[in-house]
């Protein structure tokens, strides 16, 4: 009878061990794999959600997490959004981030956009929306801030961001406003303001500059000759207006019949800026026309090495001379 008293309580004490150890193996299993980044959209149901844990994680620590989760009444409608998982983490630990949605933000990269379409499939390919999504909202409320469509080139500005993977397209164009609101600050109001220009009109002038040089260092001298153009009441006279209005960024010689495409854009035919950006500018370009150096060049042409800079010139028969070396050259090469 004594040893019943003994061996009851022993056996109690290791039950209760194994039971304390199985929570213990549940809570604080940790993840031993490498960082994953997880995405879960609105709307995934249960089942869904445990799939996508175990692709990455292993099936062995997803199960943890479900039944931690399902345990603490988890719901689905929180648990979407992109999430970290770390070296180390419990189940316990991500099963708790995902019951509070407590999710890690993306980086967001806009840049080198030729169209804002371009821009809104880059966005909306690193967030949970759709680029129709995003479009609709655009349409929405970019209006409302004095935009229309020829501008929403200007509208936002390329750059990296953070946002939350599961941002509604309302507050993510919410946010990329606000960013451009800082970006056009009293300083380069003012700036602009000297120039004659509105901050939509150097994102104009500043997409032209772009198309016409990748050189970084030859931009601010050419913002510099097209405001020397336009403060003389000439034609920009601009090729990649024409490009644009052709429809073909490509063309590597531009003839009679593209300088006569109709257009409003086509700026040989038509004096000042075009109705909006011919692409979307980046903000260095901006500034490089807020603060384009002064000097008397009215003509550019590029050089006939085809290294991608440029000859400038004060006066037209300079520029022909410029102008005739590169036609030879594009003639020796029958580019056409």
């Known amino acids: 009878m004594k040893k019943l008293f003994i061996i009851i309580p022993l056996l109690l004490l290791v039950a209760g061990g194994i039971a304390g150890y199985s929570v213990y193996r549940y809570v604080r299993m940790p993840y031993d794999g490498p ?75 806009l840049a080198g956009h030729r169209t804002f379409d371009e821009l809104v499939g880059q966005l909306s390919s690193q967030l949970d929306f759709t680029p129709e999504e995003f479009t609709a909202v655009c349409d929405s409320i970019l209006p409302t801030k004095g935009f229309n469509t020829n501008t929403y080139p200007a509208a936002i500005l390329p750059d990296t961001y953070e946002f939350y993977w599961n941002v509604s397209p309302q507050k993510a164009l919410e ?45 601010p001298t050419v913002a510099r000759l097209y405001l020397n153009r336009l403060a003389r009441g000439m034609k920009l ?18 003839l009679n019949k593209h300088l006569q495409t109709p257009s409003p854009y086509n700026t040989y035919l038509v004096a000042g800026l075009p109705p909006g950006p011919i692409r979307v500018p ?51 090469l029958n580019i056409k």
Request: with cysteine.
């Open 237 to 254: 006279q601009a090729d990649p207006t024409v490009k644009y209005a052709v429809g073909d960024p490509t063309l590597r010689r531009i």
């Open 175 to 219: 946010r990329l406003l606000g960013y451009r609101y800082d970006f056009w600050n009293e300083t380069r109001r003012a700036k602009a303001g000297k120039l004659g220009l509105t901050p939509v009109e150097v994102a104009t002038l500043a997409s032209i500059v772009e198309e016409e040089t990748a050189q970084t260092n030859e931009r």
């Open 35 to 109: 960082t994953k980044r997880i995405y879960i959209s609105r709307g995934t149901s249960e089942d869904r959600i445990y799939s996508i844990l175990a692709d990455s994680l292993g099936g062995d620590f997803a199960g943890h997490v479900m039944k931690i989760w399902d345990y603490k009444k988890g719901d689905p409608a929180k648990a979407c959004g992109s999430f970290v998982i770390s070296p180390g983490e419990t189940a316990m630990g991500v099963a708790s981030r995902l019951r509070s949605g407590s999710q890690n933000p993306v980086r967001v990269v």
């Open 282 to 332: 980046e903000k260095s370009t901006l500034d490089a026309v807020l603060n384009a150096p002064e000097h008397n060049y009215l003509y550019m042409c590029a050089k006939e090495d085809f290294s991608g800079t440029h000859n400038f010139a004060r006066d037209l028969a300079t520029h022909n001379a410029n102008a005739r070396r590169y036609q030879a050259a594009l003639n020796r």
